[in-house]
């Protein structure tokens, strides 16, 4: 037998959305005539903008036509998508991201995940509690220390500043779980930490899209100095709806020494590009059209989650987030169900799935992630079933 990989033995069992998918299988055999509702995983509802449908289709077209047909992508990306992004997402705004410094991927989870290859071993990679937990696997894979940053209400959310020295911080904004969202002053503060420690920020901002406030930063770059310590990965996916698409980019400036060349070096080695398909539609999310439908798509999720979250408060639990995110973190510790138990329970009795906020780390104890993703009728639906749970004192 290959002697494998011992790190894998420091990981959970299974990974949080896959257990959760395993137990909604078997809920599902037990009742076939159940229509299950899904607040869980952060899937969208919404198909992806007809500007990016109509350019996907034409951008087919060229593949099915010698003359026009393209093989293998560029790995970091098509230079019209690299335009693209660094005009609409950051020029636009002020923000003198350069071209060679975007590099478009099939994913924000891949990106986040294939990142930390640029990191020494050793490095002591900071990460909040809760957290999206591809940051903290795939340290733990590579067999990191990991250091944790416990978010708590009283804080909304935001990590405490690590107490040690670390390397690599890891930040989310909208953040996933919690819904919450870091101001200027909070990201300063980690930009300042980074700057003076020598540690590198990892910034995701798959979610920015939802930031209707104007005062919240969409991006770490809005901060002075973060182009000396951070990364910024964002998405197509919650934003236009490419989950089943894929695309995603992600910001490695020039200033980081050296890292700009490691990724390339690393992506050209690892990856063959997004397909031109997939880049052509996610061109077409920044015309003015693709704008319009985005915005609107990103108005409905919001109204969703206003409608869950005041659900929830109805039935007596804390709510946060929500309000410039698709996720609602609600205070459950009061049913005297521990997440998973209260998930069970959901599952069980009113078939309803949402996300235990201890899959997200201990911290999470005692919550509960609702999803806004999905459809109207669910969420209407979802919050009636809940309502009638509490009704019959079983939460
Ligand atoms: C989530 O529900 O946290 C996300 O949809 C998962 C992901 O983006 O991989």
Redesign the pocket.
């Known amino acids: 037998m290959v002697k494998v990989n011992p790190f894998y033995a420091d990981l959970l069992p299974s990974y949080l959305?896959r257990d959760m998918g395993n137990k909604a299988r078997e809920v599902k055999e037990k009742n076939p005539d159940a229509k299950i509702i899904s607040l869980?995983?952060?899937?969208v509802s919404r198909h992806i903008p007809n500007t990016s449908i109509k350019a996907m289709q034409n951008a087919l077209t060229e593949m099915a036509d010698d003359s026009t047909m393209r093989g293998y992508p560029p790995e970091l990306g098509y230079a019209f998508l690299r335009e693209a992004i660094a005009k609409n997402d950051y020029q636009d705004f002020g923000i003198d991201i350069s071209v060679d410094e975007v590099f478009v991927s099939d994913g924000?989870?891949c990106d986040v995940a294939n990142v930390q290859e640029l990191f020494a071993a050793d490095c002591v990679v900071a990460i909040p509690d809760p957290v999206?937990p591809?940051y903290r696997d795939s340290n733990i894979m590579a067999g990191r220390k990991i250091v944790y940053l416990p978010c708590r209400a009283e804080n909304n959310f935001m990590p405490e500043m690590p107490k040690e020295k670390v390397d690599v911080i890891y930040l989310c904004s909208p953040n996933?779980?919690t819904g919450a969202v870091a101001s200027k002053e909070q990201l300063k503060a980690f930009v300042d930490y980074a700057s003076k420690n020598d540690a590198l920020i990892i910034f995701d901002s798959?979610y920015k899209e939802f930031v209707r406030d104007k005062s919240v930063p969409k991006s770490i770059y809005e901060i002075a100095g973060a182009k000396k310590v951070a990364i910024e990965t964002r998405s197509f996916?919650k934003t236009a709806g490419f989950?089943g698409v894929r695309c995603a980019y992600m910001v490695v400036p020039k200033e980081l020494s050296g890292l700009n060349a490691m990724w390339i070096r690393r992506t050209s080695t690892k990856f063959n590009g997004v397909s031109y398909i997939v880049q052509k539609g996610a061109e077409a999310v920044f015309s003015d059209e693709g704008k319009k439908e985005v915005a609107e798509v990103i108005s409905y999720y919001l109204e969703n989650a206003k409608i869950i979250k005041k659900g929830l408060e109805e039935i007596g639990f804390k709510c946060f987030g929500g309000d410039n995110a698709p996720y609602i973190w609600a205070d459950i510790s009061k049913t005297g169900l521990s997440s998973w138990g209260f998930f069970e329970k959901l599952l069980s009795r009113a078939f309803v799935i949402c996300?235990p906020g201890s899959g997200f780390g201990k911290c999470g104890e005692g919550f509960m992630r609702f999803?806004a993703l999905g459809k109207r009728e669910d969420a209407l639906e979802a919050i009636m079933r809940i309502k009638d749970l509490k009704e019959k004192g079983e939460i």
Not at 40 to 43: L, R, T, V, W
Request: proline fraction near 6%; avoid cysteine.
């Open positions: 959305f869980g995983i952060g899937d924000s989870k999206y591809v996933n779980p798959a996916s989950t996300t999803s």
